[in-house]
C-alpha cells in the first residue's frame, strides 16, 4: 500500500514562509516524476511545481522565483519551499507522485491535503 505523508501547512503572515514536505512510503519499483498542486475555495485544483527523477523542475507562473521544489530520492521525499506568501496563496496544496511497481506499471498517488494560511 503506498502511502504520501504531507506535513508543514499552517498560518502565515504576509510575506512569510513555509516548507512543505511529502513523504512517499509503501512498496515501489521507482518514483518519476513528483509534484505539488493547490486548491483554494471555489477553485479548481491548479499545478504549483513539478520535478523530474532527474532533478528539472517546472513552475507556475504565479509561483516562480518564490517558491522552490526540491527532493531527495533516498527519503523518498519531495519539498516545497514556499516563500514572500501572498493571501493569494491560501489554499490546500497536495502532492503528487508517479510510481512504477514491480510490475512496472505507471500509478499516480495523491497525498491527503496540507492547509497553508495566509493572513496577517
Known amino acids: 500500500q503506498v502511502q504520501l505523508l504531507e506535513s508543514g501547512g499552517g498560518l502565515v503572515q504576509p510575506g512569510g514562509s513555509l516548507r512543505l514536505s511529502c513523504a512517499v512510503s509503501g512498496r515501489f519499483r521507482s518514483i518519476n516524476a513528483m509534484g505539488w498542486y493547490r486548491q483554494a475555495p471555489g477553485k479548481q485544483r491548479e499545478l504549483v511545481a513539478t520535478?523530474?527523477?532527474?532533478?528539472?523542475?517546472d513552475y507556475a507562473d504565479s509561483v516562480k522565483g518564490r517558491f522552490t521544489i526540491s527532493r531527495d530520492n533516498v527519503k523518498n521525499t519531495v519539498y516545497l519551499q514556499l516563500n514572500s506568501l501572498k493571501p493569494e496563496d491560501t489554499a490546500v496544496y497536495y502532492c503528487?507522485?508517479?510510481?512504477?511497481?514491480?510490475?512496472?506499471?505507471?500509478?499516480?498517488?495523491w497525498g491527503q491535503g496540507t492547509q497553508v494560511t495566509v493572513s496577517s
Open positions: 503528487k507522485a508517479d510510481l512504477r511497481d514491480f510490475a512496472f506499471r505507471r500509478n499516480t498517488y
Open positions: 520535478i523530474t527523477s532527474g532533478g528539472s523542475t
